[in-house]
């Protein structure tokens, strides 16, 4: 079993930027995947960033592509998400995922295990 929880999440301007963290506890981070969802009301959960076990690969989605970074530090057991010049359109709940098994569907949410309580990020305009 595997816990996920996510910080780092506020209100922040447009332009702005926040890091949120995800502390993994459970198992050895390194034996799985993170991914970053996010969710706004009303909208179905969509796919972020995804950071292989070594860190050595990383995918984004096209809307993030450019202002937010995927990093792990598999010592602490944590992944982050470094997000730059955010938008209006980035306000959402954003969940923290693990998966052992996700290539290739990684921007799915049924490729990952277990999920993070999420938080809240909101940026105004």
């Known amino acids: 079993q595997v816990q996920l929880v996510e910080s780092g999440g506020g209100l922040v301007q447009a332009g702005g930027s926040l890091r949120l963290s995800c502390a993994a506890s459970g198992r050895t981070s390194s034996s799985f995947s993170m991914g970053w969802f996010r969710q706004a009301p009303g909208k179905e959960r969509e796919f972020v960033a995804v950071?292989?076990?070594?860190?050595?690969?990383?995918f984004y989605a096209d809307s993030v592509k450019g202002r937010f970074t995927i990093s792990r530090d598999n010592a602490k057991n944590t992944v982050y998400l470094q997000m730059n010049s955010l938008k209006p359109e980035d306000t959402a709940v954003y969940y923290c995922?693990?998966?052992?098994?996700?290539?290739?569907?990684?921007?799915?949410?049924?490729?990952?295990?277990?999920w993070g309580q999420g938080t809240q990020v909101t940026v105004s305009s």
């Open positions: 995922a693990a998966g052992y098994s996700i290539i290739p569907y990684y921007y799915t949410t049924r490729a990952y295990n277990y």
């Open positions: 950071i292989s076990g070594s860190g050595g690969t990383t």
